[in-house]
């Protein structure tokens, strides 16, 4: 695409800093560089219409694990990590919330319920709760995070659910509204965010970074954050982030809807939640995890069907309902869990594999790759 002399010198001319991707990563990178360096000039660029990978796409869950994902850390990685990153996605959470308000994000903290159709998976974990409160407590602020909450399975309304351990501390957010929020923080400092870029390729030489288009449009720039997660392996080939995409499902309006919260279940590869009173429900990528490591948007019958017959078996047995939305979302994952902020080249930056935990740890990551950026210039 040829640009006008006006749009050059409007847009494109002079550029400080040019991040690629416009979801809570990339725009809390962009707000935390304009405060520091108000005279900065810098360029948000994003391939789709609205942000493209998992930021506005995914469940709104403001969580930061549960009893079963943290058990299964503990498996891997030391104690000390895996707490740490506790902390670091509890510190996100209230970042998020500092930075935009909990009424503009509708956040409502109603609990996190984790529910076990198996008393053997259930038993390990409640044995547990103890030591998870111990190492998560200080971290949060009040006693008892994690609860047994047996008595609340009749009252949501479930069948086939044998038990639930609650985080007391889980809550939602509207994550469409997050975003909306971000953006027109972004625009008001004059921040430009250009949507329909889709980048092909950044090239480094030392003095200024060329940005190439799918378009053949060109800029060049000073220095350039890439934050796509899910997208990270497009420009980033040698880095260990994968896409991962989660598929989701909304229904209509349900009357007298009983649940109310954040739900996990079989190890997080499903999750639920109330959004007023539809029932958002997704995952089941680990059906067929080779599928599911995709850039592609879509949906599979596989998926779908599990999460349909999961809904009327489990989560709605008694409540008639009906499928009003589907969509897909893509995450960025990897062998870690921590997230990878570095430089890659001596101008260009990267803040990618979020795990899933976007929501938590955005604000935080965005931050931390601006800091770099800043003490590079």
């Known amino acids: 695409m040829s640009l006008s002399y006006w749009e050059q010198t409007t847009y494109f001319n002079d550029i400080d800093v040019a991040i690629i991707g416009s979801g809570i990563v990339g725009l809390n990178a962009a707000l935390t560089l304009k405060k520091k360096h108000s005279n900065l000039k810098i360029l948000v660029l994003e391939r789709g219409m609205l942000p493209s990978g998992a930021s506005s796409k995914n469940a709104g869950f403001a969580c930061f694990g549960s009893a079963s994902e943290l058990l299964t850390d503990l498996k891997n990685t030391s104690e000390n990590e895996t707490f740490s990153l506790v902390e670091k996605r509890w510190k996100g959470l209230l970042r998020l919330r500092k930075n935009l308000g909990d009424k503009t994000i509708d956040f409502h903290n109603w609990g996190g319920y984790e529910v076990f159709d198996s008393n053997k998976q259930y038993d390990f974990c409640e044995s547990k709760i103890a030591y998870l409160n111990k190492h998560t407590s200080p971290i949060i602020g009040k006693k008892n995070v994690y609860q047994n909450a047996d008595s609340k399975i009749k009252s949501f309304g479930f069948k086939q659910v044998k038990h639930m351990i609650v985080n007391t501390a889980e809550a939602q957010i509207d994550t469409g509204k997050m ?22 390729s950044v090239e480094d030489d030392g003095k200024s970074v060329t940005i190439s288009a799918s378009d053949h449009s060109v800029l060049k720039c000073k220095r350039v954050i890439i934050a796509t997660n899910g997208f990270a392996k497009q420009l980033l080939p040698g880095y260990a982030v994968e896409p991962a995409r989660a598929q989701v499902l909304i229904t209509q309006p349900i009357k007298n809807l009983k649940l109310k919260g954040t739900f996990h279940f079989d190890n997080g590869y499903y999750y639920f939640r109330n959004i007023n009173n539809r029932v958002l429900f997704g995952g089941g990528r680990n059906l067929d995890l080779k599928t599911e490591e995709t850039t592609e948007f879509g949906l599979t019958q596989l998926v779908q069907n599990k999460l349909e017959s999961l809904l009327s078996t489990m989560i709605l047995p008694n409540s008639k309902h009906t499928i009003d939305m589907r969509w897909s979302g893509i995450m960025g994952v990897g062998p870690q869990k921590k997230s990878i902020v570095r430089a890659t080249s001596n101008n260009v930056f990267c803040a990618v594999r979020l795990g899933g935990m976007g929501v938590a740890i955005g604000s935080l990551v965005g931050e931390e790759v601006a800091q770099m950026v800043s003490e590079s210039m």
């Open 179 to 200: 975003i909306s929020a971000l953006i027109s923080k972004v625009r008001k400092l004059g921040i430009e965010v250009i949507n329909g870029f889709d980048v092909k």
